[in-house]
């Protein structure tokens, strides 16, 4: 085993004596790539909505995002599914050696990416921008905020506790996304 000889000119110069280079702040060579005013005015959205924290921020424009976002983003469908019978259109993420698909070649489907996502705040949010809380009786309904969550009763209730959830849900301002729609007249014969 030989040992490394260390010389005079190889030692390391002491951090103090070491010149310090001056770093550009914008890098000539580096290209800004042009933006549209709607991809800028997204990212601004985003970086705000990321600085707030969900009760500081107003959703509006980031659901107005998101609507425009979806209208833009394609169906994603399996390769081949238009082909085969047997095949279904959900999504597969193709992985042949010589798919097209995959490849991204012109003309073939496109492939999930990230660049389709819209913003985080709004994921799994109603388009009216509350929370869709699925409700079974009237004990869920004391856990909810009214500003940030509205009720979707769920399909297993009855006409009576429908009624009586939704009576509970008006008198604490929370929103119901599928009320029962009826008449004073049947009412009447329901028992609270």
């Known amino acids: 085993m030989g040992y490394i000889s260390m010389k005079r000119g190889d030692q390391k110069m002491p951090k103090s004596k070491r010149e310090k280079k001056p770093q550009d702040e914008k890098d000539p060579l580096k290209k800004q790539s042009p933006h549209t005013s709607e991809e800028v005015l997204a990212s601004k959205l985003k970086t705000e909505a990321r600085e707030k924290t969900k009760e500081e921020v107003n959703l509006g424009p980031l659901l107005e995002l998101r609507r425009s976002i979806?209208?833009?983003?394609?169906?994603?469908?399996?390769?081949e599914s238009w082909r085969y019978k047997r095949l279904e259109t959900t999504w597969r993420k193709p992985k042949g050696v010589d798919s097209k698909m995959r490849k991204q070649i012109r003309g073939w489907p496109k492939i999930v990416k990230i660049g389709y996502r819209g913003p985080k705040l709004t994921r799994g949010l109603h388009p009216s921008g509350y929370r869709d809380v699925l409700i079974h009786n009237k004990a869920e309904i004391l856990l909810l905020d009214p500003k940030r969550d509205a009720i979707r009763l769920s399909a297993k209730l009855g006409r009576r506790y429908r009624i009586s959830i939704s009576d509970k849900a008006e008198e604490m301002g929370i929103r119901i996304l599928n009320p029962l729609r009826?008449?004073?007249?049947?009412?009447?014969?329901?028992?609270?």
Do not use: E, L, M, T
């Open 70 to 79: 979806q209208k833009r983003r394609p169906k994603f469908i399996r390769q």
């Open 182 to 192: 009826i008449g004073q007249k049947s009412r009447k014969g329901v028992r609270p």
